[in-house]
């Protein structure tokens, strides 16, 4: 048996699929397609949400959901992400071949790893309650609901990544993507309906914005409720799981502050008596990052094999994978950036309104491009953790922030502008440090024997129609 059908075998064993490649292929596709109908479905979602609520509420009120929005991805996916990877990494290792699949370093029991979370979620409502006066005075003029709509909802998201770390682990699919669906039914459905209505209170749409998750979260428990959950394993050393959790943690608050610093940068920079810059600014932003919602499904479809080949060692099928990653991503970015440019203004007026008319074609391509870049910067991510090396992936983030706030501090502009030509100029420099640590981690993974100069054609060709990109 070669090493290909060893990596598919693994595979299946990780995600619970047993030995028959027909099983395997036919599990596989069914949960996948699911997954993937709930993460359009999260898409349109989304998107139905906020194109309601921008209506219903206007440049000036919307700003308010705006950054609402932005600082409960910022904070929540920020903080809570490394608890989906570590459980997911952790339930696969149990279920794995250990014959054929190497240890898994950092991984903590489900109790040890639930424990953590609990404890995060305590300290971060807690440490939000505590600054309510300051968050109030400086992002929510001074509107408390606001803040209480953020720490539900901050609850929500820390319980949906540990529901999802289990049902990763597990490989049930379906239940995933129906929490995908579900979320998206609970976010769009009551905002079109109170949009409707004629319904104008910010605060009302924040709050559906915050109880969505919980919505999720039932439907998926429910849907795998059947099978109950996969045994716990022993518990570890907790300085080595605090020390995988760790790093993953600074990966992953680094990563979103960066994704999501644009929105609320432009409501720092704008004039006070200018209310509606950040509103607008969204409203562009998420028509900019459509494309992100499509390469989401393939991203779970192949991400996985990354881990599968990681864990055997093979790295042909590692650098294949990632060529294919990489020649969508490139081909991808090109599209999506013209795209925008021609027809992104449109776009946003007819989703949000006329009100919002006040981005052009320029504007819309560069915060097309600086998405894409992310995108890509977050695949190469992903596949330095596939690989096991926590304490490097912070690192293409940080030399991100650290251009942002160049670029913002010397880029003498408006403030749409000055946070445009900062995006793009980060992810930029995030996705070169990610390129350059990635080929450096591959080296692990060239198996005895292997031609050297062969291996290091094939990943220099992976990344190079990516980074002219």
Not at 227 to 235: E, S
Not at 297 to 316: E, F, K, M, N, T
Not at 379 to 405: C, E, S
Not at 454 to 464: F, H, I, L, N, V
Request: glycine share 10%; hydrophobic share 55%; net charge neutral.
């Amino acid at each position: 048996m070669g090493v290909a059908d060893n990596t598919e075998r693994s595979a299946g064993h990780a995600f619970g699929l047993g030995h028959a490649p027909g099983e395997l292929k036919r599990v596989l596709s069914g949960g996948r397609l699911i997954l993937v109908a709930g993460l359009l479905a999260d898409g349109v979602g989304s998107y139905l949400y906020l194109s309601a609520s921008g209506r219903a509420l206007g440049p000036d009120r919307f700003a308010l959901v705006s950054v609402t929005w932005a600082l409960l991805f910022l904070v929540g996916n920020g903080l809570f992400v490394p608890f989906e990877q570590e459980l997911a990494r952790s339930i696969a290792s149990d279920t794995a071949d250990r014959s054929e699949r190497r240890r898994l370093p950092g991984g903590g029991s489900i109790r040890q790893i639930l424990l953590v979370a609990a404890v995060l979620t305590t300290t971060a409502c807690l440490a939000a309650l505590i600054a309510a006066a300051s968050l109030r005075a400086s992002l929510f003029r001074g509107e408390t609901g606001f803040v209480l709509a953020f720490v539900v909802g901050l609850i929500g998201v820390a319980a949906t990544f540990v529901v999802r770390g289990v049902l990763a682990g597990t490989g049930r699919y379906i239940a995933y993507g129906a929490m995908f669906a579900t979320d998206a039914i609970a976010k769009a459905v009551p905002a079109v309906g109170l949009a409707a209505a004629g319904v104008d209170s910010p605060v009302v749409y924040a709050w559906i914005m915050a109880l969505s998750a919980y919505a999720g979260i039932a439907v998926a428990l429910l849907c795998a409720r059947p099978t109950g959950l996969p045994p716990d394993r022993r518990p570890v050393a907790w300085s080595g799981l605090i020390s995988s959790l760790g790093f993953l943690l600074v990966t992953s608050i680094a990563s979103l502050t960066l994704i999501n610093l644009g929105t609320l940068t432009v409501e720092l920079l704008s004039d006070p008596r200018e209310g509606t810059a950040a509103g607008v600014f969204l409203s562009a932003l998420v028509i900019a990052r459509i494309p992100l919602f499509l390469f989401q499904a393939l991203q779970a479809v192949i991400l996985p094999r990354l881990s599968a080949a990681a864990s055997i060692g093979d790295r042909s099928s590692f650098v294949v994978d990632l060529r294919r990653l990489a020649g969508g991503l490139a081909a991808l970015t090109v599209l999506a950036t013209l795209v925008a440019a021609v027809a992104g203004p449109a776009v946003v007026a007819l989703l949000f309104g006329s009100e919002f008319d006040r981005i052009d074609g320029w504007d819309m391509a560069l915060l097309a491009l600086s998405s894409m870049l992310l995108t890509a910067t977050l695949t190469l991510n992903q596949a330095q953790i596939a690989l096991h090396r926590q304490r490097q992936a912070w690192w293409p983030w940080v030399a991100g922030l650290a251009v942002f706030a160049l670029v913002a501090a010397n880029h003498r502009s408006d403030p749409l502008s000055r946070v445009e030509w900062s995006m793009v100029w980060s992810a930029v420099a995030a996705l070169g440090v990610a390129a350059a640590l990635l080929r450096r981690g591959l080296d692990d993974l060239r198996p005895e024997g292997a031609d050297q100069e062969e291996a290091d054609q094939d990943t220099a060709g992976a990344w190079s129609g990516a980074g002219e990109q």
